[in-house]
């Protein structure tokens, strides 16, 4: 059984960069056939897409985040990451990470539980 | 910036049938976007329902189904059961990208 789990600091100081690693067991992050996302949400509101890596590590982003987002895969760990950088307290919210099944009809199989990220003094 | 619509809102009654709906700025949603649908239930992380329009998981209840409708993409349920009760996403691919509908918040009453 495929298992993700978030992990990181649950309270980050504005302008400084929010660091969440994405735990994978029962599964290989260097599989072909699958690529792995971060998506957020803000209490009470919808889901965002933040970005993907695929495994060969090239990554997609959304356009919104304007730069300020790196995914990064560690295959040794078996495990990939999330960078935010200069946050504010617009992105508290919950981060999911998650696995997409591709190429081919592609679609969203596991997600890990979600972790809180509070921007705060 | 893409803009996924969706219906803020809906009601149905138990045995009932509800259509939700999911809308692109760009014009209309065809196959060629792949449209996934999930349900999220209050503190859990979204379940996947339909995949590529109209593909159910092994996991997907046969009441829920996924096509296009009106330039839109559409996820029906039939014979709603009081625990489809939850808020539901859209997901829409944009060639390398992807965004989110807003969200319908379902209501079983």
């Known amino acids: 059984q495929v298992q993700l789990q978030e992990s990181g600091p649950g309270l980050v100081k504005p302008s400084q960069t929010l660091s969440l690693t994405c735990t994978v067991s029962?599964?290989?992050?260097?599989?072909?056939?699958?690529?792995w996302s971060w998506i957020r949400q803000p209490a009470g509101e919808g889901l965002e897409w933040i970005g993907r890596i695929y495994t060969s590590g090239s990554t997609n982003y959304n356009p919104s985040l304007k730069s300020r987002a790196t995914i990064s895969a560690d295959t040794s760990k078996n495990r990939f990451s999330l960078k935010l950088s200069s946050v504010t307290a617009a992105d508290t919210a919950v981060y999911y990470c998650a696995r997409v099944h591709c190429p081919g009809d592609c679609y969203y199989d596991y997600w890990g539980q979600g972790t809180l990220v509070s921007v705060s003094s | 910036q893409t803009v996924v619509t969706q219906e803020p809102s809906l009601t149905v009654s138990p045995g009932g049938t509800v259509t939700l709906t999911c809308a692109s700025s760009?014009?209309?949603?065809?196959?060629?976007?792949?449209t996934n649908w999930f349900q999220q239930k209050p503190g859990q992380a979204p379940r996947a329902l339909i995949y590529s329009t109209s593909n159910k998981h092994s996991w997907t209840p046969a009441r829920f189904s996924g096509s296009l409708l009106g330039g839109k993409a559409a996820l029906t349920l039939s014979g709603v059961q009081p625990e489809d009760e939850a808020d539901y996403y859209c997901?829409?691919?944009?060639?390398?990208?992807?965004?989110f509908g807003g969200g319908t918040k379902l209501t079983v009453l």
């Open positions: 029962g599964g290989s992050i260097n599989s072909g056939s699958y690529y």
């Open positions: 760009t014009g209309p949603v065809t196959s060629g976007y792949y």
């Open positions: 997901l829409v691919y944009y060639g390398g990208g992807q965004v």
